[in-house]
């Protein structure tokens, strides 16, 4: 039996007779007339599973067939324990940052982030994440040379979303959640500038950087403020040419990190390369389909290996989503699509940024 715990934006919430298991049911119209997927929550799950992973049991998919009618959705477990500090939240989010890319942009809302008796930190609440997750599936879908980052981010639901959230409590940023807010503008900025950017370890080694990167993303974004103080928005873009200089193995790096996080969201791969569904690819997905994609996803890696040049990297990734074959299957589609793109994307924005091209590649150094 489950009891209704509560309702958020896109969710209502219910809770086990043990409160160790909470129910999530999507609902059909959200806050601002938002329309959830139809696969809603299968990708909420997956979301939980990735910002997640180091909280188990993992989410999974359920329907309450004791209730009229029977309700779908996915659970998660119920995290009992208090609030995290905002010190532990800033950490979470580069720990998330590192794991998947991604950006809780609510983090610092109170009740967000759980953290348990033994010492564990979940983001309980991934609503936003998920609403901005189909933003940027949406915009790499539909991705084509020419495309800036800040495209993805200033004039969509990230700069939305993060005004709504912020502008609403302004008084978060100096008294409550400092250091939650000036690490999820740090992301930010670097999600803006050098979306080849994948590991952020160098922020963990040194909390001031933090700072100058926020720093910089108000100035870059916040219409409110004079003329942009081209200094702060010029040292930032340093701290991350001298943090993580832009070189081919770095762009080749980033790829393989994109590649990789699709082929650990459908199973695993042993040491010799061998490919080993997940419980949720073995029972509610198309294993043959999702096998060969895969496949594709090893092959576009060796391609990576071989890449001499940024240029070498983009033929790769033409010839697999031009091949006939593979489009009519439905491989190149979906979140190996965006993946794919993902990484074409990196390469035209941060090759373009930095003037480097095949004719003056050696820029880019191994």
């Known amino acids: ?12 919430a219910y809770v086990n007779e043990d409160r160790t298991k909470v129910f999530k049911v999507q609902k059909s119209i959200g806050q601002h007339g ?50 995290a ?25 109170p009740g967000n982030f759980k953290k348990d008796e033994k010492g564990n930190i979940a983001c309980v609440d991934i609503g936003m994440a998920f609403q901005l997750q189909q ?12 495309a800036r980052p800040t495209s993805m981010i200033s004039n969509s639901e990230w700069k939305r979303g993060y005004d709504k959230i912020y502008s609403t409590f302004p008084f978060i940023t100096t008294i ?7 690490t999820t503008k740090a992301l930010l900025f670097i999600k803006m ?11 963990k ?18 219409p409110s403020l004079p003329q942009p103080k081209q200094e702060v928005i010029s ?21 393989k990190a994109e590649l990789e996080r699709y082929i650990n969201s459908r199973g695993t791969l042993n040491l010799d390369g061998e490919f080993s569904p997940s419980f949720r690819t073995k029972f509610f997905r198309n294993q043959a389909l999702t096998a060969r994609k895969v496949d594709v996803a090893k092959e576009l890696l060796q391609e990576l290996d071989r890449a001499n040049s940024p240029e070498d990297i983009q033929l790769a990734i033409q010839k697999i989503k031009e091949d006939p074959g593979l489009v009519s299957q439905g491989v190149i589609a979906d979140e190996l699509l965006n993946r794919i793109n993902k990484c074409s994307f990196i390469i035209d924005n941060v090759v373009s940024e930095l003037n480097l091209t095949a004719s003056n590649s050696q820029g880019l150094s191994h």
């Open 85 to 109: 500090s905002d010190r532990e939240i800033s950490d979470a989010l580069l720990d998330i940052f590192n794991r998947t890319g991604r950006i809780v942009l609510d983090a610092y809302v």
């Open 193 to 203: 500038n050098r979306p080849d950017i994948y590991n952020i370890d160098f922020l």
């Open 1 to 12: 039996m489950w009891e209704k715990l509560g309702e958020g934006t896109f969710n209502v």
């Open 205 to 222: 080694s040194d909390k001031s950087l933090i700072k100058k990167l926020a720093a910089a993303y108000d100035e870059s974004v916040n």
């Open 176 to 182: 409550i959640a400092s250091n939650t807010v000036n």
């Open 34 to 83: 938002y329309v959830p997927p139809t696969d809603g929550p299968e990708r909420s799950a997956r979301l939980w599973n990735e910002i997640n992973s180091n909280y188990p049991p993992p989410a999974y998919l359920h329907t309450d067939n004791d209730s009229i009618p029977p309700k779908s959705g996915w659970v998660c477990p119920f995290i009992k324990g208090k609030n």
């Open 135 to 146: 933003q940027e599936e949406a915009f790499f879908a539909q991705y084509r040379k020419g």
């Open 235 to 255: 040292n930032a873009t340093q701290i991350l040419q001298h943090e993580k200089p832009v070189t081919m193995n770095q762009l080749k790096e980033s790829c």
